[in-house]
């Protein structure tokens, strides 16, 4: 609760809603999108975005540190167990499944999510792709098996969470040892695709997210994920209900836009930042202002 004092006279004003994101550049994007809205709204805001990891701000909105910050749908394998792992590869049942379980536990609300899925990939480059007729990721595996020059660049999280990198690994039966990988603390795929694109230290493949736009700047391609390994990963809006009952306006603000949102649009929004180097909150004002959703 913030206190204002005027002419001797306590005032009380609204509590500020805490917006985060993930350390990435979509989660920049779209957290300053969450922003920029509460703002023109007049919503009394906190900026807190690039905040953490998806363990760390998962953390801190179910401790209350955090009230709001956008998510992926299919991390609700990650986030919840004993759930059928085929409901987190369907759109609509992945989305109806982590909004209902999110909300019995935790009180947490799921919001409109766009129509994007920005799922965990595999990106090499290109040259290396069209030599050796690499298209999925069973070429890739074969190709790793065969003993070829592989060194991938990933977060942390990409390498240690059992439904990233080991899930790829377990499917197609291949094994990258650790002199193969150079890992990030964090998530941000500028990193991971500009290290592969540059052969940083002999890096020659990265991780990717699906809505990534730096890709074909950068001569790289996604492999083929041909087992269907990977569940959908929709980004939503999440909020704490305590958050959303205070300012239950919140709702249908923020619909329309993650209304608005699709694979395309993402990709050349996130190209924005990580390949012309505009600021994530510049990005997402222009994207609101250029379609109507602020003056």
Same mark, same amino acid.
Request: net charge negative.
């Given at each position: 609760?913030?206190?204002?004092?005027?002419?001797?006279?306590?005032?009380?004003?609204?509590?500020?809603?805490?917006?985060?994101?993930?350390?990435?550049?979509?989660?920049?994007?779209?957290?300053?999108?969450?922003?920029?809205?509460?703002?023109?709204? =007049?919503?009394?805001?906190?900026? &807190?975005?690039?905040?953490?990891? @998806?363990?760390?701000?998962? %953390? !801190?909105?179910?401790? /209350?540190?955090?009230?709001?910050?956008?998510?992926?749908?299919?991390?609700?394998?990650?986030?919840?167990?004993?759930?059928?792992?085929?409901?987190?590869?369907?759109?609509?049942?992945?989305?109806?499944?982590?909004?209902?379980?999110?909300?019995?536990?935790?009180?947490?609300?799921?919001?409109?999510?766009?129509?994007?899925?920005?799922?965990?990939?595999?990106?090499?480059?290109?040259?290396?792709?069209?030599?050796?007729?690499?298209?999925?990721?069973?070429?890739?595996?074969?190709?790793?098996?065969?003993?070829?020059?592989?060194?991938?660049?990933?977060?942390?999280?990409?390498?240690?969470?059992?439904?990233?990198?080991?899930?790829?690994?377990?499917?197609?039966?291949?094994?990258?040892?650790?002199?193969?990988?150079?890992?990030?603390?964090?998530? =941000?795929?500028?990193?991971?695709? &500009?290290?592969?694109?540059?052969? @940083?230290?002999?890096?020659? %493949? !990265?991780?990717?997210? /699906?809505?990534?736009?730096?890709?074909?700047?950068?001569?790289?391609?996604?492999?083929?994920?041909?087992?269907?390994?990977?569940?959908?990963?929709?980004?939503?809006?999440?909020?704490?209900?305590?958050?959303?009952?205070?300012?239950?306006?919140?709702?249908?603000?923020?619909?329309?836009?993650?209304?608005?949102?699709?694979?395309?649009?993402?990709?050349?929004?996130?190209?924005?930042?990580?390949?012309?180097?505009?600021?994530?909150?510049?990005?997402?004002?222009?994207?609101?202002?250029?379609?109507?959703?602020?003056?």
């Amino acid at each position: 609760m913030i206190v204002l004092l005027i002419s001797g006279t306590v005032l009380l004003s609204q509590n500020p809603v805490v917006v985060a994101s993930k350390i990435d550049t979509e989660g920049a994007l779209l957290g300053n999108m969450l922003v920029v809205l509460l703002e023109e709204n =007049n919503i009394p805001v906190e900026n &807190r975005t690039e905040f953490g990891t @998806t363990s760390v701000i998962r %953390t !801190a909105i179910k401790n /209350g540190e955090i009230d709001m910050y956008p998510e992926y749908t299919g991390n609700g394998g990650f986030f919840f167990e004993g759930i059928e792992p085929e409901i987190w590869k369907d759109d609509e049942a992945g989305y109806e499944k982590v909004k209902e379980i999110d909300y019995e536990k935790n009180r947490i609300v799921w919001l409109t999510p766009a129509d994007a899925n920005n799922t965990w990939a595999i990106a090499i480059r290109k040259d290396i792709a069209e030599e050796n007729n690499l298209k999925t990721l069973s070429d890739f595996a074969d190709y790793v098996n065969e003993g070829y020059k592989v060194k991938l660049a990933a977060s942390e999280e990409f390498v240690t969470r059992p439904d990233s990198l080991p899930a790829f690994q377990k499917a197609y039966g291949f094994q990258l040892s650790s002199d193969q990988l150079i890992t990030f603390s964090g998530g =941000n795929t500028a990193q991971t695709e &500009r290290a592969a694109a540059l052969g @940083t230290d002999g890096v020659n %493949t !990265a991780m990717a997210y /699906g809505t990534d736009g730096a890709l074909s700047a950068l001569g790289l391609i996604v492999l083929e994920d041909n087992l269907g390994v990977q569940p959908v990963y929709e980004p939503t809006p999440i909020i704490r209900e305590e958050v959303l009952d205070e300012y239950p306006s919140i709702k249908e603000i923020i619909k329309p836009v993650f209304s608005s949102l699709d694979l395309e649009k993402l990709q050349k929004l996130n190209s924005k930042i990580a390949i012309e180097g505009l600021s994530a909150k510049d990005v997402a004002m222009d994207y609101l202002r250029g379609e109507g959703f602020i003056k």
